[in-house]
């Protein structure tokens, strides 16, 4: 079975703090990305990353930066947390080959509370 | 651009009846669409798809066309659950990216017994 795991479910953390959004996923996928999710906003593509130590910015970077070390781990990082980053952050890989959609599979998603 | 717009919930019905969750979408050329559901304290999970235009997509009693000439994609189902309480996300991807989805703001169903 497909699994992506994130590190924490529920995070709070203070305005100023470093913190570190991990994500793992056991299928050997090339492709990793993180989300956040909003009320009325639906998904916003943050970072992703198509290789090991690769990656490129989505639709909303600022306020954030990624790490991809090894294939099956991809860290969100938030250098100095403010309160408008409190939200749901998902997590999802895909694989790019061979005919076919590209489908990505979401970990279960980490609420962070900034405050 | 590319976007997708979903109706806006939530959207109450009662079990057994007939579900529509309008999706359209402006992309260039011919995308693959989506509809991903996400059930309360879960990550999204891929409900069904489709690849090119007239293709119907269909799962777990939800069906999907992807209509070239209305630019729509309309999610269905004949009569729903309880169980179906959930929030539903229409997406695309485009063809000259690999990589990237990109996500109505989603349509919340609350089904009553």
């Known amino acids: 079975d497909v699994k992506v795991t994130q590190s924490s479910r529920y995070l709070v953390k203070r305005t100023g703090e470093k913190v570190f959004l991990e994500c793992v996923q056991d299928m050997d996928h090339e492709n990793m990305f993180w989300y956040r999710q909003d009320p009325g906003l639906g998904l916003r593509l943050i970072y992703f990353?198509?290789?090991?130590?690769?990656?490129e910015k989505g639709d909303i970077p600022e306020g954030y930066s990624v790490s991809r070390e090894k294939k099956e781990r991809f860290s969100l990082i938030l250098e100095s947390a403010s309160t408008n980053q409190t939200s749901m952050y998902l997590c999802?890989?895909?694989?790019?080959?061979?005919?076919?959609?590209?489908?990505?599979?979401f970990g279960p998603g980490t609420r962070l509370t900034v405050t | 651009g590319n976007s997708v717009t979903q109706m806006e919930g939530p959207v109450t019905l009662s079990e057994e009846a007939f579900l529509t969750i309008n999706c359209t979408y402006t992309?260039?050329?011919?995308?693959?669409l989506f509809w991903y559901v996400q059930y309360p304290g879960e990550g999204l999970q891929l409900l069904l798809k489709a690849t090119k235009a007239d293709d119907k997509g269909s799962n777990k009693g939800f069906e999907a066309t992807y209509r070239k000439e209305t630019t729509s994609f309309h999610l269905e189902k004949g009569s729903v659950q309880v169980s179906d309480s959930a929030v539903y996300f229409c997406?695309?991807?485009?063809?000259?990216?690999?990589?990237?989805?990109?996500f109505g703001s989603g349509t919340r169903l609350l089904v009553r017994p």
């Open positions: 999802a890989s895909s694989s790019p080959g061979g005919v076919g959609s590209y489908e990505q599979y």
């Open positions: 992309a260039t050329g011919y995308p693959s």
């Open positions: 997406a695309l991807r485009r063809m000259d990216s690999s990589y990237k989805l990109i």
């Open positions: 990353s198509y290789d090991v130590k690769m990656k």
